[in-house]
């Protein structure tokens, strides 16, 4: 597994750092022979099953494959084809919304069905269950697309959706926001394709597409939990230790810094374990995976999840 899974050519910033995740893979030494792309360096942390591999990616380098060449004592263990996609004409000038906006807020799963084939996705045990309140009741990215012309006549300009990313809990996980995979559509909902083809219908309406982004926590049967790649990727050394949720403890001078401590690096539950975004490895595959969905859906607009309960420091270098 290497993530982020692709990268593009013409970024502001030339850096980009992999995360490789795969067995015994720190043993290995990349190498990549494409102009334009070097290795700067190869870092290697507690687990040995992760490498983070930093790259830079020359302004001139052309669009392709990059072949990363895995090698042990000289020769290659396996080798990796990693795109480098060329930007879509003004994006680096995109606009955001604004005061002008009227922004709709959609929980995808409660919206629309539009294919009943994603309803039960074999492997997630979180099926369709319109029974109960906290059960997954069918709404899909296809389900929206469909009503696109209804949202238009209401007048909307922006489309907020609830994070629709991978969410494989064993239940209650309708709602989004224990991500096991920040990479990947939730198959119940649709796919990174029809994500892509929803942002392009809506702009055809001149409707932006606004993702809800959770920097805070994950889910926990995410697949990093079974296999962490440092011991202090997880706050609290990755056991349930819950928030008090007393907010006011961040800006109240007084504030002992236990609460400040246990209000930003508590759990919300026990399924959502708090991320440590003072690990750098971890605050920058944060910040790449925002910028990667930007690029990606041609996005308009970011909600950030709970954020008060994220590290200061990180917020204010992710923003940059």
Same mark, same amino acid.
């Given at each position: 597994?290497?993530?982020? @899974?692709?990268?593009?050519?013409?970024?502001?910033?030339?850096?980009?750092?992999?995360?490789?995740?795969?067995?015994?893979?720190?043993?290995? +030494?990349?190498?990549?022979?494409?102009?334009?792309?070097?290795?700067?360096?190869?870092?290697?942390?507690? /687990?040995?099953?992760?490498?983070?591999?930093?790259?830079?990616?020359?302004?001139?380098?052309?669009?392709?494959?990059?072949?990363?060449?895995?090698?042990?004592?000289?020769?290659?263990?396996?080798?990796?084809?990693?795109?480098?996609?060329?930007?879509?004409?003004?994006?680096?000038?995109?606009?955001?919304?604004?005061?002008?906006?009227?922004?709709?807020?959609?929980?995808?799963?409660?919206?629309?069905?539009?294919?009943?084939?994603?309803?039960?996705?074999?492997?997630?045990?979180?099926?369709?269950?319109?029974?109960?309140?906290?059960? *997954?009741?069918?709404?899909?990215?296809?389900?929206?697309?469909? $009503?696109?012309?209804?949202? %238009?006549?209401?007048?909307? %300009?922006?489309?907020?959706?609830?994070?629709?990313?991978?969410?494989?809990?064993?239940?209650?996980?309708?709602?989004?926001?224990?991500?096991?995979?920040?990479?990947?559509?939730?198959?119940?909902?649709?796919?990174?394709?029809?994500?892509?083809?929803?942002?392009?219908?809506?702009?055809?309406?001149?409707?932006?597409?606004?993702?809800?982004?959770?920097?805070? $926590?994950?889910?926990?049967?995410?697949?990093? @939990?079974?296999?962490?790649?440092?011991?202090?990727?997880? /706050?609290?050394?990755?056991?349930?230790?819950?928030?008090? $949720?007393?907010?006011?403890?961040?800006?109240?001078? $007084?504030?002992? +810094?236990?609460?400040? *401590?246990?209000?930003?690096?508590?759990?919300?539950?026990? %399924? @959502?374990?708090?991320?440590?975004?003072?690990?750098?490895?971890?605050?920058?595959?944060?910040?790449?995976?925002?910028?990667?969905?930007?690029?990606?859906?041609?996005?308009?607009?970011?909600?950030?999840?709970?954020?008060?309960?994220s590290d200061r420091a990180f917020l204010t270098e992710w923003s940059r």
């Amino acid at each position: 597994r290497i993530e982020p @899974m692709s990268w593009w050519v013409g970024m502001k910033d030339p850096r980009l750092q992999l995360l490789v995740h795969g067995p015994k893979v720190a043993e290995l +030494e990349p190498a990549v022979d494409y102009a334009g792309v070097a290795i700067t360096g190869i870092e290697r942390v507690a /687990n040995p099953n992760y490498l983070f591999v930093n790259l830079t990616v020359a302004p001139d380098t052309r669009p392709g494959n990059v072949r990363i060449d895995f090698r042990r004592k000289g020769r290659s263990v396996v080798t990796h084809d990693y795109p480098l996609a060329a930007r879509e004409p003004g994006s680096a000038e995109r606009k955001g919304f604004g005061p002008e906006d009227v922004i709709y807020l959609v929980m995808p799963d409660r919206f629309a069905n539009g294919s009943a084939s994603n309803d039960t996705v074999k492997g997630l045990a979180d099926g369709l269950d319109r029974k109960t309140s906290l059960g *997954r009741h069918g709404g899909d990215l296809q389900g929206m697309i469909n $009503h696109l012309d209804y949202l %238009t006549t209401m007048g909307f %300009t922006q489309l907020w959706l609830n994070p629709v990313v991978e969410n494989a809990q064993p239940k209650f996980s309708y709602h989004g926001y224990a991500i096991t995979d920040f990479y990947k559509v939730d198959p119940r909902i649709g796919t990174n394709d029809d994500y892509r083809r929803l942002a392009a219908e809506a702009r055809k309406r001149k409707i932006g597409l606004i993702k809800d982004v959770v920097l805070n $926590h994950c889910g926990s049967e995410h697949w990093w @939990m079974k296999d962490l790649p440092t011991p202090d990727w997880i /706050n609290n050394e990755g056991k349930f230790v819950a928030t008090h $949720h007393v907010r006011e403890s961040l800006q109240d001078p $007084h504030a002992s +810094e236990d609460d400040r *401590r246990t209000f930003a690096d508590g759990w919300f539950v026990e %399924t @959502m374990p708090d991320m440590n975004q003072r690990n750098p490895f971890l605050a920058t595959y944060l910040i790449q995976n925002t910028l990667w969905w930007i690029e990606y859906a041609d996005l308009r607009g970011l909600r950030i999840d709970t954020y008060p309960y994220s590290d200061r420091a990180f917020l204010t270098e992710w923003s940059r």
